[in-house]
């Protein structure tokens, strides 16, 4: 049986985005985003969405390009300082220890320690009550050698993950193996 709670964001697992920006002083900046996620397969497209109050949405604004940096557990209380504190009032990598670092392909910085970073253009903002969603076609994506096999295969168990639970503010832990997607095709005939 199930039981109504009400309309809440329940979204689950929702991911942890770190959403990279250089300020009007050319000060790097990080904002934890969770309203985000994959919206577009060609172009390749991340949506993410942000408040207008937020220190980061004039950068996006104006330069039109970010950074996405997504934290493994070892950075899972970085990751919620990043989003309950102000880039106005703060300076987020020196408070933290964490290092920003220019991209290669776009005007913004990412977080050195986090071991997958997607760099971005935004093609679009659409104005969504409170937030603004940004449409963002992912130009390139960086990845620790970590998560690299030698023969160039991705792997991601070594760097275990974590997601928001919107519903209780909390975060969890992922990173079991559970299948390979796409092979059930003929499962269910």
């Known amino acids: 049986m199930k039981r109504s709670i ?16 250089y300020d009007s002083d050319g000060k790097p900046n990080g904002m934890t985003a969770a309203w985000g996620g994959v919206c577009s397969s060609d172009p390749l497209s991340i949506s993410f969405s ?16 970010c950074t996405i940096s997504i934290p493994s557990t070892d950075y899972v209380k970085e990751a919620d300082y990043f989003g309950v504190t102000s880039g106005r009032d703060r300076d987020k990598f020196s408070d933290t220890g964490l290092t920003p670092v220019r991209a290669p392909s776009v005007n913004a910085p990412y977080v050195g320690e986090f071991p997958i970073v997607i760099e971005c253009r935004i093609t679009k903002v659409i104005e969504v009550g409170v937030h603004d969603m940004f449409v963002a ?15 160039g295969k991705i792997k991601l168990q070594d760097a275990p993950f974590f997601f928001y639970n919107p519903l209780d503010r909390s975060y969890y832990k992922t990173g079991e193996f559970l299948m390979q997607g796409f092979s059930t095709g003929n499962l269910f005939k």
Not at 6 to 15: D, E, H, L, Q, V
Not at 59 to 64: C, D, G, H, S, T
Not at 137 to 151: A, Q, R
Request: proline residues 9%; neutral net charge; contains cysteine.
């Open 50 to 65: 942000v408040q207008k109050t937020r220190h980061t949405y004039p950068a996006l604004m104006e330069k039109k390009e």
């Open 6 to 21: 009400g309309k809440k964001p329940a979204i689950i697992p929702t991911p942890v985005l770190i959403i990279g920006t």
């Open 137 to 151: 076609e992912v130009i390139d994506v960086l990845l620790d050698d970590i998560c690299i096999t030698k023969e």
